[in-house]
């Protein structure tokens, strides 16, 4: 009875008259869902496993292929929508945590379509960035609370040390995304892309394969919870390094890497047995207070001489404000704060899509809270989790951020159709798979090459709307959150946001 | 001489390459007209080859000492001393496959439509960019 409540979530809809029985779709299906069937010389769809993913019809010569949502079949309950039937249905079968990939889908407010940017006129004038000079440039790490200058035999001179700094030709990151979620040629394009910008890339939990030791100038060592991949050399062939606590997707919960996927390359880079679970703890074992978080960050600026930023990844949570606080005074030279609509290479279902709360709250609290007691400067602020667009990362920095994380982003340059279905390991474009035949679709020259063409789009649209705004660098703006105004917004919503509703001026 | 470069590494084996080529040597040029009127008439002239997940799409390399121009019979195979590119002018061959016999590649079929003839690559004349590579999703063909 059981097998028979599962329903096709897609309908494939293959047109006879444009089919050519080329079986490209056929090839290029990991689920297999499509067959020749030599009896009929055709190829035949059984959309039972299809899961969405759209290779066969992008890949389909003829346009032959239409890969269509099917509308479940229940008749219509606003209380029971058809998702909570089909999950009962799969729990009641199999007994298990349902598990979902990439952000979450449900309909919550996205608060970067409620706030609007300005633009000036009359008053003060706009400025053209093909013709004028644009500063977008990003510096992370703390800054002193003053600085000192002498001058000496007519120059001047720089009196205060300076914390260390990352210096970005863009506010944009590529966020952490380990090396067994994700290819290694999705790794290498993020890496060579990163380089080539002169931004930098994270790379998450899972170690640092050997090969980008070259990209090491513009690499972010993660330090997480299963401290795979983590030693001395590690540390060295890194940027920065950024502790991770949590991720918006699954805020508290930890990582499982199943032994089916530690692969020899996967094993040497996480420095565990092949074969062998990889287990990330829910907490870091070592972090139960700020006390021990500052343990652990002093623990690696001493292992990298003080000579790299060493930052604290959490995702946002309801007491976000104070958190960051405390990891501010527990020495961070960044903080990265992950939404709850932040992606996931895996992780139950029910905790991605109702645990931790927006990032644009969190990020305008969090900004405020720093404010009101001074210590803003001390710590640059990076948010990630849904950033979708420039006009995304314009308002991210006009609440308060320094630069942003983009992940999903990044991987829908590469390909990605978003079909959440990371966790099986099947990924079709390459990306989220560590299977021989799949990851060679991924190659790493189209990635980079994607993702340094959106990079460079999205800086120019970040220069257009300052110079829209009359602002010609992109610290004038940050944290300039009168560059905002709310839509559809309650007087809680915009006094958290810290802006006035459209409409009212100065 | 621009060539066709095989970058195997990164070849899915989806076989677009085929496909196109097909298309491209077929009377209509249109790939459904192709595909449904002109069947099985068309042969690829770039051949997929596969072996558990390493695939590689290969066509006639154009060698320089071509073997294959030293073993015809009739002088249908010549090479352009000017271009490089190796080239069977069908109406001339006779179809006693010594090209297919010589090449180390095996890169070259036999045509048993109405021709019966020597069938290879031919560098998509007229084409800037040859249609396998210029169709390739994964860029795992290149010419240059």
Known sequence: MTSKLKQSEFEILRDENKCI???????????????????DSAVLSESLSCVGCHRCETLCPTGAIKVKKRDPEFKENFNWSADHIKNIYRQSESGGVLL?????????????????????????????????????????????????????NGSYKLKTKIPPHLELETPILFSAMSYGSISYN??????????????????????????????????????????????????????????????????????????????????????????????????????????????LIYALKEATDYAKPVGVKVSAVHNIAPIASGIVRAGADFIAIDGFRGGTGAAPQVIRDNVGIPIELALASVDTRLREEGIRHK??????????????????????????????????????????KCYTGKCNWGIATQDPYLTKRLNP????????????????????????????????????????????LSNRELAILGIKHAGEAW | MKRIYINEEYC?????????????????????????????????????EEIGCNSFAIQCRHCSDAPCVEACISGAMTKNPNTGVVICDEKK????????????????????????????????????????????????????
């Open chain 1, 379 to 420: 710590s640059s602020l990076i948010v990630g989790g849904s950033i979708r667009s420039s006009s995304d990362v314009v308002k991210a920095i006009a609440l308060g951020a320094d630069a942003v994380y983009i992940a999903t982003a990044a991987l829908v340059a590469m390909g990605c159709h978003l079909c959440q």
């Open chain 1, 445 to 488: 020259e189209i990635g980079t090459r994607r993702l340094k063409s959106l990079l460079y789009a999205w800086s120019l649209e970040i220069k257009e709307m300052l110079g829209g705004a009359g602002i010609n660098a992109v610290e004038s703006l940050r944290g300039n959150r009168e560059h905002l105004r709310g839509v559809n």
């Open chain 2, 93 to 144: 061959c006779v179809g006693c496959w010594s090209c297919i016999m010589v090449c180390p590649y095996g890169v070259i079929k036999r045509d048993l439509s109405a021709n019966k003839a020597a069938s290879k690559c031919d560098l998509c004349f007229g084409e800037e960019i040859p249609v396998c590579v210029k169709n390739c999703p994964n860029e795992a063909l290149k010419f240059n």
């Open chain 1, 100 to 152: 979902t990939g990439m952000g979450s889908d449900k309909p919550h407010t996205v608060y970067w379509d409620h706030l609007l940017l300005n633009a000036a006129q009359v008053t003060n004038p706009s400025i053209d960035p093909l013709r004028e000079p644009m500063e977008i440039k990003t510096f992370i790490g703390g800054k002193p609370d003053s600085i000192k200058i002498e001058k000496s």
């Open chain 2, 12 to 48: 899915i084996g989806c076989r677009l390459c085929e496909i196109y080529c097909q298309v491209k040597h077929s009377k209509s040029n249109k790939i459904l007209k192709a595909f449904k009127k002109e069947l099985p008439d068309i042969i690829s002239r770039v051949l997929v």
């Open chain 1, 186 to 295: 999705a790794c290498k394009s993020l890496a060579a892309a990163a380089s080539e910008f002169k931004t930098y890339y994270n790379t998450g939990e899972g170690g640092l394969h050997q090969k980008l030791y070259e990209y090491a100038s513009n690499t972010i060592v993660q330090v997480a919870s299963g401290r795979f991949g983590v030693d001395k050399e590690y540390l060295s062939k890194a940027a920065a390094v950024e502790i991770k606590i949590g991720q918006g997707a699954k805020p508290g919960i930890g990582g499982h890497l199943p032994g089916e996927k530690v692969t020899c390359d996967i094993s040497s880079t996480r420095m565990i047995p092949e074969g062998t679970d990889a287990i990330s703890p829910a907490p870091h074992h070592d972090i139960y207070s700020i006390e021990d978080l500052a343990q």
């Open chain 1, 21 to 39: 029985s080329c079986e490209v779709c056929v090839r290029t299906c990991s689920n297999d869902v499509h067959e020749f069937d030599s009896d």
